[in-house]
């Protein structure tokens, strides 16, 4: 089964630090973009950051120089360095694979992890 | 940035009506734009991209059309299923910025 599983979320302090990560299975995870997507409770959809097939990196302007997206192919796995952490950051943050196939849109969803950034 | 606008940003419509969702682009974005539907406390599921391609899947009901600014999401017969929330997101910009409309929530009378 072609899935995305993510873990990592939970509570944390505002200017504290979460690693997030997201476990690929049923597909050739290297060629493939990953994208980070969050929602805030009752809100809409907003693009995180996004990690190029061949490594290339992006971000939103708010994340910027807070956030690093990584991946470790050999082990079908991405990832998301979240730093000085703000409570506008508390989301639910999916990861999502973007098939450039289909213009890129993200056709597979993982369930999503919590963040809450509260002291 | 691209920004994108939906409307109605609420919808409430019955079985068998025929509905759709307008989704309008700050600038011409080709054919890159790609519609999601979600449910509570579910991720959002690619229901149509380049927008008119119907991801494998997808009932037939469910139809996009557009280019430029303007793009609709048509619902050809409204099913019980098919309540949730609906967001467009453009890709002109892939894979930067790839802006999400604020969402259109539909509801089954």
């Known amino acids: 089964e072609v899935q995305l599983v993510e873990s990592g979320g939970g509570l944390v302090q505002p200017g504290g630090s979460l690693r997030l990560s997201c476990a690929a299975s049923g597909f050739t995870f290297s060629i493939y973009d990953i994208h980070w997507v969050r929602q805030v409770t009752g809100k809409g959809l907003e693009w995180v950051s996004g990690?190029?097939?061949?490594?290339?990196?992006y971000y939103r302007d708010s994340v910027e120089g807070r956030f690093t997206i990584s991946r470790e192919n050999a082990k079908n796995s991405l990832y998301l360095q979240m730093n000085s952490l703000r409570a506008g950051d508390t989301a639910v943050y999916y990861c999502?694979?973007?098939?450039?196939?289909?213009?890129?849109?993200?056709?597979?969803w993982g369930q999503g992890t919590k963040v809450t950034v509260s002291s | 940035d691209i920004q994108l606008t939906q409307s109605p940003s609420f919808l409430s419509a019955s079985v068998g009506d025929r509905v759709t969702i307008s989704c309008r682009a700050s600038?011409?974005?080709?054919?890159?734009l790609a519609w999601y539907q979600q449910k509570p406390g579910k991720a959002p599921k690619l229901l149509i991209y380049a927008a008119s391609t119907l991801q494998s899947g997808v009932p037939s009901r469910f139809s996009g059309r557009g280019s430029g600014t303007e793009f609709t999401l048509t619902i050809g017969s409204l099913q019980p299923e098919d309540f949730g929330t609906y967001y467009c997101?453009?890709?002109?910009?892939?894979?930067?910025?790839?802006?999400f409309g604020q969402g259109t929530k539909l509801e089954i009378k």
């Open positions: 600038q011409g974005i080709s054919s890159d």
């Open positions: 999502a694979r973007g098939d450039e196939e289909a213009t890129g849109a993200f056709d597979i």
């Open positions: 990690i190029g097939h061949a490594g290339d990196t």
């Open positions: 997101q453009q890709l002109k910009s892939y894979p930067l910025m790839n802006t």
